[in-house]
Nanobody, 115 residues
Framework: QVQLVESGGGLVQPGGSLRLSCASS????????MGWFRQAPGKQRELVAA???????DYADSVKGRFTISRDNVKNTVYLQMNSLKPEDTAVYYC?????????WGQGTQVTVSL
């Protein structure tokens, strides 16, 4: 079993920055890809960014150039640095850990971008 605990969400003004953290524990040795998804009210959950164990990354077009995903394999933590935030980035952000056979989710953290 894998446990994921997110932190770092909150309220920020447009143009501001936030950094989300996702600490993982448990049977993490099988995890190959960590990612951040988000879900806004009335919309489907969507991939924001992902990072493989080797360090390769993937981003949604809407966040390229503004968000950066990184991972600390010693601390078993994944980060999402979000800059130049826009109101349309408002959503619940979920951490995801994926292996070949399983997918695990955190409880989510709210990010609200508003004046």
């Amino acid at each position: 079993q894998v446990q994921l605990v997110e932190s770092g969400g909150g309220l920020v003004q447009p143009g501001g920055s936030l950094r989300l953290s996702c600490a993982s524990s448990g049977n993490i040795f099988s995890i190959s890809v960590m990612g951040w998804f988000r879900q806004a009210p009335g919309k489907q959950r969507e991939l924001v960014a992902a990072i493989a164990h080797g360090g390769s990354t993937d981003y949604a077009d809407s966040v390229k150039g503004r968000f950066t995903i990184s991972r600390d394999n010693v601390k078993n933590t994944v980060y999402l640095q979000m800059n130049s935030l826009k109101p349309e980035d408002t959503a619940v952000y979920y951490c995801n850990a994926r292996s070949l056979v399983e997918s695990h989710w955190g409880q989510g953290t709210q990010v609200t971008v508003s004046l």
